[in-house]
């Protein structure tokens, strides 16, 4: 906002400290879910974990009941005792067996819910974060957007937050089960055999390293990889876009070659990326394995010199298969936290932004019109004065010098000048997309800066230069501006109701009566009533392609439609021929009395019928005055005309 | 929406007026929502895998080893409750010592072999698969380069980027281990069925009673979860769109100060979005503790019926071990079955694109016999050419006109004259729709396409440069240009100076098409590459480009050089080139209205008068004040 801001200011950043407690907030946020989805793996574990003890003690059973039948056989017992003392055994074991069923449903119950609730939570934090991110990308200026690449916003909107989500979701779920496992598993294990135990655990440290190892080079080839494609996805972008000079040159060999050629290098990276993945895959199996090696070789030895029972032997292996998938999990757990923190960062570049142009704790809304409002009869509406303003997009080059305008409320005023002289850049600092360096603008005598800025705008109807279109249906993009007016409670100035047409002088009309009227205004009721679907016409890929000077007439009526207090049409009319331009015009002439008009063109047309004319020059006012004044006066302005009339007529 | 409303909020003060608009009501359609979704459909699945196994033929041998691999590592998985049962029967429960040390030795080389054996047959299958991709992708790209360029005016470069690029991406899991790890699923699922039933079948019977309840499940589920993901990626999309759009036009919903209206938009399609995937993920839980818990009770009923087995010495011990082991591998892969179907699916979907691509046929048509190309100079002629880009459109109206060889004509004209489709037409970008251009004689239509555009230099405004070094832009990948021919014809065009001031001089790396490069030092090596590739006619198209006073001057005398050396045919922008020309077309809405020297059609004070007055009188005064008077 001053005038010494340096011109490439230093890149945003958001400190360690803000990211942590932001990432924190989150959590808390949803700490119900992640308390429930604790506590439910807590259970899962439990009832899974208890398994093995009723395993490992129904073979157990089983072997002692076959151990005694060879001891009586051999000692020629009665039949009838085996087959009773089998029969105890056996209902013993089959109660072990329904213990485990109804153990495994428990488990299974609660880890519906343990997984639901935790990845649940990862999607209402990504949810929340894509909601204000967007909200946050609504208050930002074009300082903003002209530092951060469109595909690089949406990219952090939609790839970051993904992250961002599993950072939450898979460290949760993983970090805590991994906890839990291992603290009814170990305990376990170490009242059955603490020395077998640790020498199971010993091979897993190194395992750990190991996957965390190859999951970094994972990511960091996968970042090469990404990088690749891009390299590749600009090469496609360069040919497609110098089609013709590639064909005009009969170029395609040689730019199958180089396509090849990237190509080729992507295929080599992916395959570097190939030996990450597979060292992965085959770690991973080698974990969920290697523990009952462990407990093969040296469990064995124990059960065969009979200090360890066979039943403990299972119970003990399966324990150490129940612990091995966690303990993966683990390994994932570090490169999801390190890319998703990443990700977090670049999000927060964007969440932490404050815009440059925002409303002063004292802002106050615009001056009401009377209640009668919009008839002809109200005071004028829309005073615009510019006192001594300077502005440049830098601070090195000032765009616009010494500016002083007052546009009387009611009038109809011009700017002219040729392709850079500042024209457009008048009429942005009326919108208030940027703050003069120096001097200042007053609307209806507050200064601009003291006003609501969304207030503010809502009372100017701003139709750009580019005209640009949503794809709704073409009655969404006409009432564009009438949805915050009537949905938009922090907005306070009611939808008008005024018509805009002659015919209807002093009427109240239904929105539907208005949007007709304002797109028989711009003159584009033709066009519309030529669709089949009429207003209900989709705009874009699915819809209709229409011409840029029918685009130029729906941004027209889309201004029209909220009865502003200061329309400005920055070169609006280019691209309609004269005479559609007159009409419309016409019309306008009706709909603006009492409010101010402001032009910006080339066509003399336009320029003999408007009070005064500012011609631009390098971002000073050279010449003001009405057509007339300025054509007697034999200035900038006449010589422009001249040419002007000359192209025109060429054109014709 | 209602009077009364608004007409009591626009009299009330400014406090009580807020909560009395009414609430946004759901709207049918939000920004973006004329996204076009792509329609598919038009292949069959069997026609899509048998097109995709076209890409895969060549590395057929890798793909059979992988696939000849996939026993051998269900064998190496399936061996270790085989070994677990040894172990428990023969050495345990009796008690034995001798060999556990070879049960422990070859557990521990199962366990090697088949990670061994996995990483080995994913890196060969991934190199099979990654090399069909890249084979596809250089196929896309060639056949994209012939279509013809009405087929580029119609489909947006973003589009043809995604199919070339990020469509083919994500045939990637599907073709370079998901339909292997699927057949080598179905192995293990027929194996543990197989050894089980020669282990014991009536334990394997019961063992296997719970499969059908869980096939039923897993069907319903994997329906559902289809269903599920299918929701997600149309909500993403929507998401997506709207996103996009939001940020390119951020400016137009700021200032009708739309922003919380579009934000409720936004978040109630980002909530659509999350309520998918919260379906998913139930669905996917649900289906995941399902096969938990039946392998569970499945390990449950092993143990009741296998316990009076046991017990009656049916069975021994370590084949219960074993059974239950076996339960457990059998129930992994029917697990991420759900998931593995998800992913050949959107690969179906993307391959879908892919081949619509292929299939689109959009090209000039080819002469069939094609004449050779005349070695004498050529006489251009157009003989009332009508042209349209879209029909009944008419860009040029019954042009005609003929260059002699060596001529130096220049075409000039209001911006939509027609000028540069001339060029694009003689340069057979595009075919007349009436009428026909001829070189001494022949219609261009009957020449060589390829051969015959190489026959013009082409510098336009918008001067391509591709990543190389200076030589190789300059020689256009002709291996037959010395570096000496490249030197002489940069001197002559006073190209050379500029080139020596670059670091590494001729051997310089163009960046990103000419980023670190000048528009004036561009337009330069353009005219260093028309001279380098002598061709029989020089099109130009002058730049308007704003370059400063000293390259303006080297331009234009580069321009004049160039003109010198053969038959030339240029978009003229500037004055010197317009009185340096032999010939002036005057343009105007695409007919020849006026055409001579600079001062025939000056003392005619007709269209090239004005235009003259209007465009070139203030460069005249400037540049050539001598001639004023």
Same mark, same amino acid.
């Given at each position: ?140 200026d074009p300082r903003f957007y002209s530092s951060m690449p469109t595909g690089d916003v949406t990219s952090r909107v939609t790839n970051d937050v993904t992250y961002v989500r599993l950072l939450y979701a898979i460290t949760f779920l993983h970090v805590i089960n991994a906890a839990i496992a291992y603290t009814i598993a170990l305990q376990r294990m170490i009242a059955l055999d603490l020395a077998l135990t640790l020498w199971c655990l010993a091979t897993y440290p190194v395992m750990l390293l190991a996957v965390r190892f190859v999951t970094q080079a994972l990511f960091s080839q996968t970042k090469i990889v990404q990088a690749q494609m891009a390299a590749m996805s600009s090469r496609v972008q360069e040919n497609l876009a110098g089609v013709n000079v590639v ?406 | ?196 039933? !020669?282990?014991?079948? *009536?334990? &394997?019977?019961? #063992?296997?009673?719970? $499969?059908?309840? %869980? @096939? ?124 593995? !179907?998800?992913?050949? *699916?959107? &690969?179906?979907? #993307?391959?879908?694109? $892919?081949?619509? %691509? @292929? ?11 094609p004449k050779p190309l005349p070695t004498e100079p050529f006489t251009i002629e157009f003989r009332d050419v009508w042209f349209a880009y879209t029909e009944d459109n008419w860009i040029l109206r019954g042009v005609s006109f003929t260059i002699k060889p060596g001529e130096k004509v220049a075409v000039v004209g209001h911006t939509g004259a027609g000028k540069s489709t001339i060029i694009a037409l003689l340069t057979r970008l595009y075919d007349v729709n009436k009428g026909q251009i001829l070189i001494n004689g022949t219609d261009i239509r009957e020449f060589d396409l390829n051969l015959y555009r190489r026959s013009f230099a082409v510098v336009l405004q918008d001067v391509f440069l591709f990543q190389g070094t200076i030589q190789d832009n300059l020689a ?34 163009i960046s990103e098409r000419g980023s670190n490069l000048s528009a004036g030092e561009k337009q330069l090596l353009a005219f260093a590459r028309a001279l380098v590739c002598k061709p029989e006619v020089l099109i130009l198209d002058e730049a308007t480009a704003n370059v400063d006073t000293d390259t303006e001057a080297l331009l234009q005398e580069a321009v004049e050089i160039l003109m010198t050396h053969q038959t030339s045919l240029v978009i003229a922008h500037r004055l010197s080139t317009i009185q340096k020309s032999d010939r002036i077309l005057v343009l105007h809405r695409g007919e020849v209205i006026e055409s001579g020297s600079h001062d025939q059609l000056l003392a005619k004070n007709g269209h090239y008068g004005m235009l003259y007055r209007l465009q ?14």
């Amino acid at each position: 906002m001053s005038s010494t801001q340096s011109n490439s200011p230093p890149p945003f950043k958001v400190d360690r400290r803000t990211r942590r407690k932001r990432l924190w907030q989150y959590f808390v946020r949803y700490k119900s879910l992640f308390f429930f989805g604790a506590i439910t793996l807590l259970l899962t574990n439990a009832f899974s974990l208890a398994i093995p003890a009723y395993l490992g003690e129904a073979v157990q059973l089983m072997r002692d009941a076959a151990v005694e039948s060879q001891a009586q056989a051999a000692t020629s017992a009665e039949a009838g005792n085996i087959l009773e003392a089998f029969a105890a055994v056996r209902s013993e074991v089959v109660t072990a067996a329904i213990f485990i069923i109804l153990l495994s449903i428990g488990a299974g119950v609660f880890r519906v819910f343990s997984r639901t609730t935790i990845f649940n939570a990862g999607r209402h934090i990504e949810f929340d974060i894509r909601n204000e991110l967007y909200d946050k990308l609504a208050t930002l200026d074009p300082r903003f957007y002209s530092s951060m690449p469109t595909g690089d916003v949406t990219s952090r909107v939609t790839n970051d937050v993904t992250y961002v989500r599993l950072l939450y979701a898979i460290t949760f779920l993983h970090v805590i089960n991994a906890a839990i496992a291992y603290t009814i598993a170990l305990q376990r294990m170490i009242a059955l055999d603490l020395a077998l135990t640790l020498w199971c655990l010993a091979t897993y440290p190194v395992m750990l390293l190991a996957v965390r190892f190859v999951t970094q080079a994972l990511f960091s080839q996968t970042k090469i990889v990404q990088a690749q494609m891009a390299a590749m996805s600009s090469r496609v972008q360069e040919n497609l876009a110098g089609v013709n000079v590639v064909k005009s040159y009969s170029l395609e060999e040689h730019e199958i070659a180089d396509f090849s050629r990237e190509n080729q290098q992507f295929y080599k990276e992916n395959m570097k990326l190939s030996l990450a993945r597979g060292g992965l895959d085959a770690l991973v199996i080698m974990m969920a394995t290697v523990g009952t090696l462990v407990v093969l070789i040296l469990g064995s030895q124990k059960v065969i010199d009979g200090s360890m029972p066979l039943g403990t032997f299972v119970e003990f292996n399966a324990y150490v298969v129940a612990i091995a998938f966690p303990t993966i999990g683990m390994g994932w757990v570090f490169s999801v936290w390190h890319r998703g923190l990443a990700a977090f960062e670049r999000v927060c570049e964007i969440l932490f932004r404050e815009p440059e142009i925002k409303d002063s704790p004292d802002a106050r809304t615009l001056e009401k019109p009377a209640p009668s409002q919009g008839t002809s009869d109200a005071a004028p509406l829309g005073h615009v004065r510019f006192e001594n303003v300077q502005f440049g997009y830098s601070a090195e080059h000032p765009v616009l010098h010494d500016i002083n305008i007052d546009i009387p409320a009611g009038s109809t005023v011009a700017f002219v000048g040729r392709t850079g002289s500042g024209k457009s850049t008048l009429a942005k600092l009326m919108a208030r997309f940027y703050d003069p360096d120096q001097g200042r603008i007053l609307i209806d005598g507050t200064p601009l800066t003291d006003l609501l800025l969304r207030e503010t705008r809502s009372e100017i109807g701003f139709v750009p230069q580019d005209p640009f279109l949503f794809s709704m249906t073409l009655g969404q993009n006409v009432r564009f501006g009438l949805d915050a007016l009537e949905y938009d409670d922090t907005i306070q100035r009611p939808a008008p109701t005024r018509a805009l047409l002659e015919s209807h002088h002093g009427q109240q009309l239904s929105q539907e009566q208005r949007i007709q009227q304002a797109v028989e205004v711009a003159g584009l009721n033709v066009d519309i009533d030529s669709f089949p679907e009429g207003l209900d016409t989709l705009v874009g890929e699915r819809g209709v392609t229409l011409s840029g000077g029918q685009k130029q007439r729906l941004t027209i009526a889309r201004a029209l439609l909220i009865d502003p207090r200061i329309l400005i049409l920055d070169d609006a009319l280019s691209s309609v021929d004269t005479q559609t331009e007159s009409m419309i015009l016409d019309r306008l002439e009706y709909l603006m009395r009492g409010r101010t008009s402001i032009l910006i063109t080339h066509r003399f047309n336009a320029l003999a019928r408007v009070d005064k004319i500012y011609v631009l020059d390098e971002g000073r006012i050279v010449e003001s005055g009405t057509h007339h004044e300025l054509i007697k006066s034999a200035g900038v302005y006449a010589s422009m005309l001249e040419r002007q009339k000359l192209r025109e007529q060429l054109e014709s | 929406m209602t009077k009364n409303n608004t007409q009591n909020t626009a009299a009330s003060g400014a406090q009580s007026q807020v909560s009395t608009k009414p609430t946004d009501p759901k709207r049918s359609s939000a920004i973006g929502s004329g996204f076009a979704e792509q329609t598919l459909g038009h292949y069959s699945d069997r026609q899509i895998l048998l097109r995709l196994w076209g890409f895969m033929r060549p590395y057929r041998l890798m793909f059979l080893i992988c696939l000849l691999m996939l026993p051998l590592l269900s064998g190496f998985s399936l061996m270790q409750p085989w070994l677990l049962q040894i172990a428990i029967d023969d050495h345990l429960v009796p008690r034995n010592p001798d060999g556990i040390g070879w049960v422990a030795f070859l557990f521990g080389a199962t366990i090697l072999g088949r990670a061994l054996l996995g990483f080995l047959q994913f890196y060969l299958m991934q190199l099979a698969g990654q090399r069909a991709l890249r084979d596809l992708r250089d196929q896309l790209f060639s056949h994209v380069q012939g279509l013809s360029t009405s087929f580029f005016k119609r489909n947006p470069i973003g589009r043809l980027m995604a199919r070339m690029t990020t469509d083919v991406e994500s045939l990637q899991e599907a073709l370079s281990s998901g339909i292997v790890t699927m057949v080598g699923d179905i192995i293990t699922l027929v194996a543990i069925v197989v050894i089980l039933l !020669y282990k014991n079948w *009536q334990l &394997a019977l019961v #063992s296997f009673t719970v $499969v059908p309840i %869980l @096939l039923i499940c897993t069907a319903i589920f994997r329906h559902l979860l289809r269903m599920a993901f299918r929701e997600v990626r149309v909500k993403i999309a929507r998401l997506y769109a709207h996103l996009q759009e939001s940020v390119t036009g951020i400016s137009v919903i700021q200032l009708f100060v739309r922003e919380n209206v579009s934000a409720r938009e936004y978040s109630e399609i980002n909530d659509d979005y999350r309520h998918a995937n919260i379906r998913s993920i139930r669905y996917d839980a649900m289906l995941y503790a399902i096969v938990e818990t039946v392998g569970s009770v499945t390990l449950g009923c092993i143990i009741w019926y296998g316990s009076g087995q046991a017990l009656s010495g049916v069975v021994t011990l370590g084949v219960l071990v074993a059974f239950i082991e076996y339960m457990q591998k059998f129930f992994v892969p029917i697990r991420d079955l759900a998931q593995k !179907y998800n992913l050949l *699916q959107s &690969a179906i979907a #993307s391959s879908e694109r $892919v081949f619509q %691509l @292929l299939d689109t046929d959009e090209r000039l048509p080819v002469a069939e016999n094609p004449k050779p190309l005349p070695t004498e100079p050529f006489t251009i002629e157009f003989r009332d050419v009508w042209f349209a880009y879209t029909e009944d459109n008419w860009i040029l109206r019954g042009v005609s006109f003929t260059i002699k060889p060596g001529e130096k004509v220049a075409v000039v004209g209001h911006t939509g004259a027609g000028k540069s489709t001339i060029i694009a037409l003689l340069t057979r970008l595009y075919d007349v729709n009436k009428g026909q251009i001829l070189i001494n004689g022949t219609d261009i239509r009957e020449f060589d396409l390829n051969l015959y555009r190489r026959s013009f230099a082409v510098v336009l405004q918008d001067v391509f440069l591709f990543q190389g070094t200076i030589q190789d832009n300059l020689a256009l990948n002709n291996q037959n240009v010395s570096l000496d021919e490249i030197q002489s014809a940069s001197q002559t065009v006073h190209a050379h100076d500029m080139i020596m001031r670059l670091p590494d001089g001729y051997q310089h790396q163009i960046s990103e098409r000419g980023s670190n490069l000048s528009a004036g030092e561009k337009q330069l090596l353009a005219f260093a590459r028309a001279l380098v590739c002598k061709p029989e006619v020089l099109i130009l198209d002058e730049a308007t480009a704003n370059v400063d006073t000293d390259t303006e001057a080297l331009l234009q005398e580069a321009v004049e050089i160039l003109m010198t050396h053969q038959t030339s045919l240029v978009i003229a922008h500037r004055l010197s080139t317009i009185q340096k020309s032999d010939r002036i077309l005057v343009l105007h809405r695409g007919e020849v209205i006026e055409s001579g020297s600079h001062d025939q059609l000056l003392a005619k004070n007709g269209h090239y008068g004005m235009l003259y007055r209007l465009q070139y009188s203030s460069e005249h005064q400037e540049i050539l004040p001598s001639i004023t008077a």
